[in-house]
Structure formats: structure tokens, C-alpha cells
T-cell receptor, first 116, second 115 residues
């Protein structure tokens, strides 16, 4: 089975601080990479995705992520967080060929708390 | 409005009493999937369906059944629920999973408590 690692379980920041959440995955083939956000009591929403092209992808709400193939990483960044960014963030990976077709693998999530 | 609808949103029940969680999408998506979310474990895939009458196991299929008789519906069935199936369940759908960059759209979740 493929695995997705999110290194930080809980991150606490003050407003305007910069954010970087780490994500590493184990699958060596062609992948789609996603970051989802889950606000308290809500369903998952897509922040951004990568499947090809420019390894630096921009998403909603000022988030961006960089795909580094050699490091199997897809870290999420935001230059200046806001109180409203308090949520749980999930990295997810799927392969759309071969044995991983149809499968989506999630990391365990990172809870971000932003203090005003 | 494009959406994935799950019912019920909350359910408390007892061990052994069969239950079904319904999932319906109005986007004509081929692909649908079920996940459970547990604290510290993230989301784990239970079953998925690439299209009508095509279903397959995810990482944690034990104790669950699914069916895909129509494109829009993908119910999750717990024939004999047990307390270890107490969890938050999400249904998701996407256009298909045959090509790159297909994000999944998630329902609002169903919180199940099995006593």
C-alpha cells in the first residue's frame, strides 16, 4: 500500500506568521497530489492540486504548494496566515494508472491553530 | 448546485442492527468512494466504484458492503455494526479516475455511533 506522511500533527501560529506543512509520499509512479482543508464541522474542500507542469501550484485563499519529485514531497505554504485558516489540513495522493487506479491515500492530517 | 448528499448526518445505534448510509451525487460522476475518518488516522478508503456495477475494496473494507446500481447513488451498508465502526464517514465523487488531476468532491459527512 502507498503511504502519505504529514510530519506535523499540530501547528500553532500567530496571525501573519508564515506556514509550511510537510507532506511526503511513497508512490514512485505518476501521481496526482492534493491538499484538502477541513474547517471545524465541515467536509473536506480542495485547496490545490498538482498533476503535471509547473511544480509550484497556487490554490485558493493564498495557499501554494511545491512538488519536488526527487524528494517525494508536496509541501503546503502560505506566507501570512489568518485566524480563519484554523482548520485541519490533509495531503492526499493518488495514482491514475495500474494498481493504484481509483485509490486515494491520505495523510493523517495536520491541525493548524492560528491565534489572533 | 453540485453536491454530494449523505444521509443520515448523525446516527446512534446498537451493535448488530443493520444500517445503511445513503450517498447521492448530482454531477453525473462516474467515480464514487467511501472513507472513514478517525482521530489521528486521517481518512481511510473503505470502498470505491469506478462506474455502475463496478466496486472494489479500499484499505478498510471489513464489515462494510456497498452497491452501485445507479450512477448517482452509492450506499454504504453495515450488516452487523460493531463499536469499532464508530466513526465519521465521508462519501466522495469525481468525474472519473482515469486521467490526471481529478479531485474528489466530498459530502458533509455522517457521524455514526455504535453502542
Amino acid at each position: 500500500a502507498q503511504s502519505v506522511s504529514q510530519h506535523n500533527h499540530h501547528v500553532i501560529l500567530s496571525e501573519a506568521a508564515s506556514l509550511e506543512l510537510g507532506c511526503n509520499y511513497s508512490y514512485g509512479g505518476t501521481v496526482n497530489l492534493f491538499w484538502y482543508v477541513q474547517y471545524p464541522g465541515q467536509h473536506l474542500q480542495l485547496l490545490l492540486k498538482y498533476f503535471s507542469g509547473d511544480p509550484l501550484v497556487k490554490g485558493i485563499k493564498g495557499f501554494e504548494a511545491e512538488f519536488i519529485k526527487s524528494k517525494f514531497s508536496f509541501n503546503l505554504r502560505k506566507p501570512s496566515v489568518q485566524w480563519s485558516d484554523t482548520a485541519e489540513y490533509f495531503c492526499a495522493v493518488n495514482g491514475w494508472r495500474g494498481s493504484t487506479l481509483g485509490r486515494l491515500y491520505f495523510g493523517r492530517g495536520t491541525q493548524l491553530t492560528v491565534w489572533p | 448546485e453540485a453536491q454530494v448528499t449523505q444521509n443520515p448526518r448523525y446516527l446512534i445505534t446498537v451493535t448488530g442492527k443493520k444500517l445503511t448510509v445513503t450517498c447521492s451525487q448530482n454531477m453525473n460522476h462516474e467515480y464514487m468512494s467511501w472513507y472513514r475518518q478517525d482521530p489521528g488516522l486521517g481518512l481511510r478508503q473503505i470502498y470505491y466504484s469506478m462506474n455502475v456495477e463496478v466496486t472494489d475494496k479500499g484499505d478498510v473494507p471489513e464489515g462494510y458492503k456497498v452497491s452501485r446500481k445507479e450512477k448517482r447513488n452509492f450506499p454504504l451498508i453495515l450488516e452487523s455494526p460493531s463499536p469499532n465502526q464508530t466513526s465519521l464517514y465521508f462519501c466522495a465523487s469525481s468525474f472519473n479516475q482515469k486521467g490526471p488531476g481529478q479531485p474528489q468532491h466530498f459530502g458533509d459527512g455522517t457521524r455514526l455511533s455504535i453502542l
